[in-house]
């Protein structure tokens, strides 16, 4: 299993940020958010990801680059829980929605039950679809 999380996963697009935003679903767990929208490039080997934690939250950038470091880190360690699909490929964001202070261990099991809640949702929405 490659844990890695290179350049070439990471969500740097601004026309696919915008897309995202505008066009995506999203699946909530306090205190993580996630946006995501099914991609249906072909060409792409990998799912896009993001993470941000807004300004109005915390104020000191030292507060944000530690809780994205913290979902980055999150998200590295459990990526195979969406990646077990080489069929469809994602566009995500997480977001940080609170301005409480939580330890890596609560955002990592937040993460894992997006990432669950997502499987399921898109597993039941293939069936309708098939």
């Known amino acids: 299993m490659n844990e890695k999380f290179p350049s070439s996963e990471k969500l740097k697009s601004k026309i696919l940020i915008d897309r995202l935003f505008s066009e995506g679903k999203s699946i909530k767990n306090f205190p993580l958010k996630l946006i995501y929208l099914p991609l249906k490039e072909t060409g792409l080997k990998t799912c896009k990801t993001g993470v941000s ?27 195979y829980l969406v990646e077990s699909n080489p069929d469809q490929k994602y566009a995500m ?22 990432l669950e809640k997502l499987k399921e949702k898109e597993a039941s929405h293939e069936k309708i679809n098939n």
Do not use: S
């Open 53 to 79: 934690v807004p300004k109005r939250n915390f104020k000191r950038a030292v507060d944000r680059n530690y809780f994205k470091r913290l979902m980055r880190e999150a998200f590295r360690k459990n990526k």
């Open 93 to 114: 964001m997480f977001v940080y929605t609170t301005a409480k202070k939580f330890d890596y261990h609560q955002i990592n099991t937040c993460l894992i039950q997006i």
